[in-house]
């Protein structure tokens, strides 16, 4: 049976460990184009290991002519995975509801920066939440969400491990994001 597959553009701006969650799956998850704020982003390089074509944005960032490539491009859906720059109402408004961002904490607690510390020093539940993008910073109707450690009790438990579980979990959650919007 033919299904009309979703086509993603994958956003980051570093490291890329999400990105290679996504790129793991291979025929599983069509990534049409990664795309980077940054040209030294580690995840360009895994993309290219990949084979899959990449952009670097200038600055400032073009966003309609982003928006124009990825629509020649077939892109159906724009995963912003660690991607850290702030999306412009007018792009989010053109990719209503095929637009998502990963987030590490449980939305809608502690949206912005440095979640997983906040998280932890709260002495709070840490987790991973993939939400639609909207106008606001980290809200958006959430899509998925894991919590990866209950408030901590136990002993040994650190903020290193609270963002080893966190990482760990957003690279299953974005993977079962895409296979789940795959067809
Ligand atoms: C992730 O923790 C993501 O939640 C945050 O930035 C990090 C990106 O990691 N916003 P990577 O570039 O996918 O390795």
């Not at 033919?2 to 890329?16: C, D, E, H, K, T």
């Amino acid at each position: 049976m033919l299904f009309s597959r979703r086509r993603w553009a994958v956003l980051i701006s570093g490291r890329g460990s999400n990105l290679g969650a996504l790129l793991d799956l291979r025929d599983g998850v069509d990534v049409a184009l990664v795309v980077s704020s940054s040209p030294s982003a580690y995840g360009l390089l895994r993309a290219r290991r990949a084979g899959v074509p990449t952009r670097v944005l200038p600055r400032p960032i073009d966003w309609p002519a982003l928006d124009a490539e990825l629509r020649a491009l077939g892109v159906t859906h724009v995963f912003l995975a660690g991607f850290m720059r702030i999306v412009p109402e007018t792009f989010v408004v053109a990719w209503e509801n095929r637009l998502v961002n990963l987030h590490p904490s449980l939305l809608p607690k502690y949206p912005g920066l440095k979640s997983i510390e906040r998280a932890f020093a709260a002495d709070d539940d840490v987790g991973v939440t993939v939400h639609a993008v909207d106008a606001g910073v980290d809200t958006g109707p959430i899509v998925a969400r894991r919590r990866s450690l209950n408030r901590p009790k136990g002993r040994g438990y650190s903020l290193e491990l609270a963002e080893l579980q966190v990482h760990i979990d957003e690279q299953r959650l974005v993977r079962e994001v895409a296979l789940k919007w795959s067809r």
